[in-house]
T-cell receptor, first 115, second 113 residues
Framework: GAGVSQSPSNKVTEKGKDVELRCDPI?????LYWYRQSLGQGLEFLIY????????KSGLPSDRFSAERTGGSVSTLTIQRTQQEDSAVYLC?????????????FGEGSWLTVV | DAKTTQPPSMDCAEGRAANLPCNHS???????VYWYRQIHSQGPQYIIH???NNETNEMASLIITEDRKSSTLILPHATLRDTAVYYC??????????????FGQGTILTVHP
């Protein structure tokens, strides 16, 4: 596709339910990043993928959060037993490679509201 | 990580140039300076990046000082739609940091008529 695509764009879920957020990176991009942004806050790094491997998971806030990537393309971020503090916009980004000089492009995000 | 310092807010008149400063005094020789902007809570939009030479594209110009300790993003003719939060980021040089972007608080630029 032309850009990073995320779905759903909006999700309202009940506390305690599991949710899955999907990211389709730009075709050919091997590096993929997940961030989240709570209301009025800055962007917080969650996890990085290079191909299907996740060498940096340091930003995942708890073991309720997990992510996978298959075929070097689509990635899914899963939040189990959602809590109200998980409410945020979850942003996915991708780049061609891990290099310092390439450009990282962001999707429009998935807005998650836990009620 | 090299850190950046930006003014929390700036104003600019429509049609005038907006000059957004950024200090990054601890930048390493192989680290790039990136600029992104975010309108409301949309995904951050890439603007420009550079290593040590000045850069220009259709959106903006990036001026990096010779010692690389600071830079300025220039929007040559600001419009109301340029109102956004602008982030200056020094990108990790890879290795165990994997080149991720670390966002600070940015500068809220308000363009007024």
């Amino acid at each position: 596709g032309a850009g990073v695509s995320q779905s759903p764009s909006n999700k309202v879920t009940e506390k305690g339910k599991d949710v899955e957020l999907r990211c389709d990176p730009i075709s050919g991009h091997t590096a993929l990043y997940w961030y989240r942004q709570s209301l009025g806050q800055g962007l917080e790094f969650l996890i990085y993928f290079q191909g299907n491997s996740a060498p940096d998971k340091s930003g995942l806030p708890s073991d309720r959060f997990s992510a996978e990537r298959t075929g070097g393309s689509v990635s899914t971020l899963t939040i189990q037993r959602t809590q109200q503090e998980d409410s945020a916009v979850y942003l996915c980004a991708s780049s061609f490679r891990q290099g310092r000089g390439d450009t990282i492009y962001f999707g429009e995000g998935s807005w998650l509201t836990v009620v | 990580d090299a850190k950046t310092t930006q003014p929390p807010s700036m104003d600019c008149a429509e049609g005038r140039a907006a000059n957004l400063p950024c200090n990054h005094s601890t930048i390493s020789g192989n680290e790039y300076v990136y600029w992104y902007r975010q309108i409301h809570s949309q995904g951050p939009q890439y603007i420009i990046h550079g290593l040590k030479n000045n850069e220009t594209n259709e959106m903006a110009s990036l001026i990096i000082t010779e010692d690389r300790k600071s830079s300025t993003l220039i929007l040559p003719h600001a419009t109301l739609r340029d109102t956004a939060v602008y982030y200056c980021i020094v990108r990790d040089a890879g290795g165990t940091s994997y080149g991720k972007l670390t966002f600070g608080q940015g500068t809220i630029l308000t363009v007024h008529p």
